[in-house]
């Protein structure tokens, strides 16, 4: 219960602290998502021509970041978890890894076929429904291998990362969701 409190940069003793020590102990990472989430909005800034020209690009882009940013949290909470139980540790830390990264390239097949079918049959392009389908299989891979890495990268520096890995992953999965999709949308599309 700890751990995922922590995760989302709460804790227990948030029920009985005052306003302002809660505002202190948040804000920090608050602050640091809104610095990351403008680095990841900056990728939508440099294909600001490609969306003019096709804005049904902007109404799929969220999307992809989100279902990355989804894939991202459930891999890091289960790192989480693992490094909270003592049952991820250094030993087999390459096995985790690689497993979540298989998992998250199944997810990502698999999404992509589902929603990629689901784009086809709104727009009618299959050119805007494989761009989607890649972008998403990109960025479930680089979720999954951000959710299990981020989580021991900050326990091996001395961090709690159930406190602070879900700003690395957001980040992760948000600027690589926005350029894999807008980048093999200019591809392909454009």
């Given at each position: ?10 804790s ?29 909005a ?86 805007l ?62």
């Amino acid at each position: 219960e700890e751990d995922i409190l922590a995760l989302a940069g709460v804790s227990n003793a948030d029920r009985n602290a005052n306003v302002l020590d809660m505002v202190k102990a948040r804000l920090p990472w608050l602050l640091l998502n809104t610095l990351t989430a403008a680095i990841a909005a900056s990728v939508i800034r440099a294909f600001e021509g490609e969306i003019l020209k096709l804005v049904t690009l902007a109404m799929l882009m969220p999307i992809v970041a989100s279902l990355g940013g989804n894939a991202g949290t459930q891999t890091l909470a289960v790192a989480v978890r693992g490094l909270a139980s003592k049952e991820l540790s250094a030993v087999n830390s390459a096995q985790t890894v690689f497993r979540e990264m298989a998992v998250g390239l199944a997810n990502g097949l698999a999404l992509a076929a589902v929603t990629g079918l689901v784009v086809f049959l709104l727009f009618h392009d299959p050119r805007l429904s494989l761009a989607f389908g890649l972008a998403l299989i990109v960025n479930l891979f680089v979720a999954s291998l951000a959710g299990a890495l981020v989580p021991l990268a900050l326990e091996r520096m001395g961090r709690d990362p159930a406190v602070s890995s879900s700003v690395f992953v957001t980040f992760a999965t948000d600027f690589t969701g926005f350029f894999a999709f807008l980048g093999i949308a200019a591809l392909i599309l454009l």
